[in-house]
Nanobody, 118 residues
Framework: QVQLVESGGGLVQAGGSLRLSCAASGRISSYTMAWFRQAPGKERESVAG????????GYADSVKGRFTISRDNAKNTVYLQMNSLKPEDTAVYIC????????????WGQGTQVTVSS
């Protein structure tokens, strides 16, 4: 079992930055990791993903160029650096993990709130 705990959310003005962290209770070196977000009244959407090695990353078009996902397998931690934040980035951000060949994400964190004011 892998437990994921997010931190780093909070209030920030538009144009500001936040760094989210996702700490895993177990080793995540072999897992694909991702960040999702869900805003009130909206469907959950994928934000960013990263391969087990960190060599491959992917981003939603809405955050490309502003957000950066990274990982430190030695610390069992995944990060999401968010720059140039916009009010539409306001959401609960959720960390997720799966085996590299697994069809779905199996492990999910509880989420951390990010609120961007205009």
């Amino acid at each position: 079992q892998v437990q994921l705990v997010e931190s780093g959310g909070g209030l920030v003005q538009a144009g500001g930055s936040l760094r989210l962290s996702c700490a895993a209770s177990g080793r995540i070196s072999s897992y694909t990791m991702a960040w999702f977000r869900q805003a009130p009244g909206k469907e959950r959407e994928s934000v960013a993903g990263i391969s087990w090695s960190g060599d491959s990353t992917g981003y939603a078009d809405s955050v490309k160029g502003r957000f950066t996902i990274s990982r430190d397998n030695a610390k069992n931690t995944v990060y999401l650096q968010m720059n140039s934040l916009k009010p539409e980035d306001t959401a609960v951000y959720i960390c997720a993990a799966k085996g590299a060949r697994a069809p779905i994400y199996e492990y999910w964190g509880q989420g951390t709130q990010v609120t961007v004011s205009s």
